[in-house]
């Protein structure tokens, strides 16, 4: 099945098969078998991305619902603005939960879209390919995507790091890129727990060279968490978990509930 994707090593189109990824070149990659392949080169040892512990953390919190509203405006976009048969990208896909909830609204409407999700935390894409295997999961970064040159249609980069000449590549010409940032009052409610003096986030409103505005969106809702054990989550998929004090961290573990806003900004820009 021809895909996307690209060889790592050499960069010529790969091949999916059952069980393996081939170039024209010999070049092969095994699937794993969680259902994904491994297309990160790197010398350097140890664990790249998130850990164990803040995937299990995100996936508990967010199958829970309290991020849904981004995730169905991100979808609402998705049917605006993706043509039929249209190609999606999500770089940096974690475990997938806006991924795989993009692909049930698409498909619900027939679009006939494809869509890959790669992660450079190993994992992230095994629970990603727990979540939907049809995803074509793959280990990689946003620095060296290993994705042939302008095949897609929309790139998601929701929260992962900002590789515009790499974006700028994989899209085609008119593609689209949807980036989804903290707004200013984002978990304001947590921060207080954490802080004496909780501080608001800043939000560029710069356009990234190459690109052209097309929507920007508001998302901000007051959100209610009654189970203790989804404050914990909350907490640990968030830079808080390691930038926070003994005694804040106390004070949030010792919550039995939380309100908080949640407040996000999508920004949808197209490549000129």
């Given at each position: 099945?021809q895909t996307?994707?690209?060889?790592?090593?050499?960069?010529?189109?790969?091949?999916?098969?059952?069980?393996?990824?081939k170039c024209a070149a010999?070049?092969?990659y095994d699937?794993?078998?969680?259902?994904?392949?491994?297309?990160l080169?790197t010398?350097?040892?140890?664990t790249h991305?998130?850990n164990k512990?803040m995937?299990?953390?995100?996936?508990?919190?967010?199958?829970?619902?309290?991020?849904?509203?981004?995730?169905?405006?991100?979808?609402?976009?998705a049917?605006?603005y993706?043509?039929?048969?249209g190609i999606?990208l999500?770089?940096g896909?974690?475990?997938g939960?806006?991924?795989?909830?993009?692909?049930?609204?698409?498909a619900?409407e027939?679009?006939g879209?494809k869509?890959y999700a790669?992660?450079?935390?190993?994992?992230?894409?095994r629970?990603l390919?727990k979540?939907r295997?049809?995803l074509?999961p793959?280990?990689?970064?946003?620095?060296d995507m290993p994705?042939?040159?302008e095949?897609?249609?929309?790139?998601?980069?929701?929260?992962?790091p900002?590789a515009?000449?790499?974006i700028?590549r994989?899209?085609k010409k008119g593609?689209?890129?949807c980036?989804a940032v903290?707004e200013r009052?984002?978990?304001?409610?947590l921060?207080?727990k954490?802080?004496?003096d909780?501080?608001?986030?800043?939000?560029?409103?710069?356009?990234p060279?190459?690109?052209?505005?097309?929507?920007?969106i508001?998302?901000?809702?007051e959100?209610e968490i009654t189970?203790p054990?989804?404050?914990r989550a909350?907490?640990a998929?968030t830079?808080?978990?390691?930038?926070?004090?003994?005694?804040?961290?106390?004070?949030?573990?010792?919550?039995e509930?939380l309100?908080?806003?949640?407040h996000?900004?999508?920004?949808?820009y197209q490549?000129?």
């Amino acid at each position: 099945m021809q895909t996307i994707y690209i060889c790592p090593k050499c960069k010529a189109p790969l091949v999916l098969a059952d069980r393996t990824a081939k170039c024209a070149a010999g070049h092969c990659y095994d699937r794993a078998k969680e259902g994904y392949f491994n297309l990160l080169l790197t010398s350097v040892g140890g664990t790249h991305g998130d850990n164990k512990e803040m995937i299990e953390a995100r996936r508990a919190f967010l199958d829970a619902g309290y991020y849904a509203p981004l995730s169905e405006a991100l979808n609402a976009l998705a049917l605006r603005y993706l043509p039929i048969g249209g190609i999606v990208l999500d770089g940096g896909a974690g475990e997938g939960y806006y991924t795989g909830r993009l692909a049930e609204s698409l498909a619900a409407e027939d679009r006939g879209a494809k869509i890959y999700a790669f992660d450079i935390s190993k994992d992230a894409v095994r629970r990603l390919a727990k979540r939907r295997a049809d995803l074509h999961p793959a280990v990689a970064g946003v620095y060296d995507m290993p994705v042939q040159g302008e095949s897609v249609d929309l790139l998601l980069n929701f929260f992962a790091p900002f590789a515009r000449e790499e974006i700028l590549r994989v899209l085609k010409k008119g593609g689209y890129l949807c980036m989804a940032v903290p707004e200013r009052e984002h978990l304001f409610g947590l921060k207080e727990k954490i802080y004496e003096d909780p501080y608001y986030n800043e939000v560029s409103e710069k356009i990234p060279e190459g690109f052209s505005l097309v929507e920007s969106i508001e998302i901000k809702k007051e959100i209610e968490i009654t189970d203790p054990l989804h404050i914990r989550a909350l907490f640990a998929m968030t830079p808080y978990a390691y930038r926070t004090g003994k005694e804040g961290r106390e004070a949030v573990l010792a919550l039995e509930s939380l309100c908080t806003p949640i407040h996000f900004r999508l920004f949808l820009y197209q490549k000129k």
